[in-house]
Nanobody, 116 residues
């Protein structure tokens, strides 16, 4: 059974930084692509960063050059470093396998609020 739990969110001013973490179990971590997603108020959930088993990364244009996704297969660790945060980054952030849809298991997410 896949289990996911995001942490590290919070309230930060514009320009601030946060690092999100994804606790996980129930699947073969080291052989899957993983993604970070976010859902802003009134909007659909969107994928913002993806990382392959071998650390190939891709980013949505909205977070490129500001966010960095990383993983450590030995530690089963997935993180998202977010720098230079903007008010439009305000959202609930989720981790999951690449291509996850509403019918997949999702964690509770972690809230990020960027505001002065």
């Amino acid at each position: 059974q896949v289990q996911l739990a995001e942490s590290g969110g919070g309230f930060v001013p514009p320009g601030g930084s946060l690092k999100l973490s994804c606790a996980n179990s129930g699947f073969n971590f080291d052989i899957v692509w993983l993604s970070w997603y976010r859902q802003a108020p009134g909007k659909q959930r969107e994928v913002i960063a993806t990382i392959s088993q071998k650390n190939i990364t891709s980013y949505d244009d909205s977070v490129k050059d500001r966010f960095t996704v990383s993983r450590d297969n030995a530690k089963r660790s997935l993180e998202l470093q977010m720098n230079n945060l903007r008010p439009e980054d305000t959202a609930v952030y989720y981790c999951n396998l690449r291509g996850a849809r509403d019918g997949n298991v999702w964690g509770p997410g972690t809230q990020v609020i960027v505001s002065a």
